[in-house]
């Protein structure tokens, strides 16, 4: 009987604390006001701000945006190469602190220009965020891949902050 309620008290610890892992967020759900969406015809934070401000932590977002497009990807020259290396990925986001299901928000494919190789294909990740509260957001994004049985990961943290309305980006 002992051995009994000492594996019944085990298999109700485990069950307990699989209950009490985060859920990780998807379309519809909230964070204090703002409400993450899967496709919003916003702001996109990238053209708010360079990688350079997003890294560095000086990206300010004006108060008056109410669908910010928080989105990382990959391009290549051609959607053959891009199907191809994107296939090899798998993708992390946290937002706030918040772990976020990529896949439930799905992907959106676009032509992008670059100065050095021209017109490139490009995929991103459809995150977006309505309403977004003023204060410093933080996104930190982990891209993993194997590629020519090569493994490697970037990690990224974009770090914005919302104005206070009426606050004016210096």
């Known amino acids: 009987m002992k051995r009994f309620a000492q594996t019944a008290l085990i298999l109700l610890l485990i069950l307990a604390a699989a209950s009490c892992s985060p859920?990780?967020?998807v379309p519809g759900d909230r964070i204090n006001e703002m409400e993450l969406l899967d496709f919003?015809?916003?702001?996109?934070l990238i053209d708010l701000?360079?990688?350079k401000t997003l890294v560095e932590g000086n990206c300010q977002v004006p108060a008056s945006v109410t669908n910010l497009w928080v989105s990382a990807g990959w391009s290549e020259l051609n959607s053959s190469d891009l199907n191809a290396m994107w296939e090899t990925f798998t993708w992390e986001l946290t937002f706030d602190g918040h772990s976020i299901d990529?896949?439930?928000f799905g992907t959106y494919d676009l032509d992008i220009y670059d100065s050095i190789s021209g017109m490139r294909k490009a995929r991103v990740w459809n995150f977006c965020i309505s309403n977004?509260?003023?204060g410093v957001h933080v996104t930190h994004w982990v891209?993993?891949?194997v590629y020519d049985e090569r493994e490697g990961q970037e990690i990224?943290?974009?770090t914005f902050t919302v104005l206070e309305p009426g606050e004016s980006i210096p």
């Not at 919003?40 to 996109?44: A, L, Q």
């Open 143 to 145: 891209r993993s891949y």
């Open 102 to 104: 990529l896949e439930s």
């Open 156 to 158: 990224f943290d974009w």
């Open 40 to 44: 919003c015809e916003g702001t996109n």
């Open 23 to 25: 859920k990780k967020l």
């Open 132 to 134: 977004p509260t003023a």
């Open 49 to 51: 701000c360079n990688f």
